[in-house]
């Protein structure tokens, strides 16, 4: 089970990004939600992100942070992450 680190939905639109896609695709994965109080929420997140910032993915021994290295990461693993067709995953690339 992968395990998310996010912050809070409405004004971290970082964090929703794998959110959504993991909901979307029910993805197995438990939400970390932390306080987003900046700017001290830099140095809370330290305890878990490697650059201070969420959101950050742990899956096992792997800790992945940027949304959309995240979002890649899942994509290796999780066929559905992309469409098939190739227009459409230039086009959903875009959009992202
Ligand atoms: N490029 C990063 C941006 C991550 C980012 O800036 N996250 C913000 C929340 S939206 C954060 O953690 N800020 C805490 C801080 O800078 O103290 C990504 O796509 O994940």
Redesign the pocket.
């Given at each position: 089970m992968y395990q998310l680190h996010i912050?809070n939905k409405n004004y971290?639109?970082?964090?929703l990004r794998p959110w959504v896609l993991m909901k979307a695709l029910a993805l197995p994965f438990e939400e970390s939600l932390h306080p987003?109080e900046?700017?001290a929420?830099?140095s809370l997140?330290h305890g878990f992100s490697p650059t201070?910032?969420?959101?950050v993915l742990i899956d096992g021994a792997r800790t992945g942070?940027?949304?959309?290295a995240i979002v890649e990461y899942l994509a290796e693993r999780h066929a559905q992450v992309w469409p098939g067709d190739a227009a459409a995953r230039a086009w959903a690339r875009c959009a992202a």
């Open positions: 912050a971290s639109s970082w964090s987003f900046p700017p929420a830099g997140f201070g910032k969420v959101p942070w940027d949304s959309l």
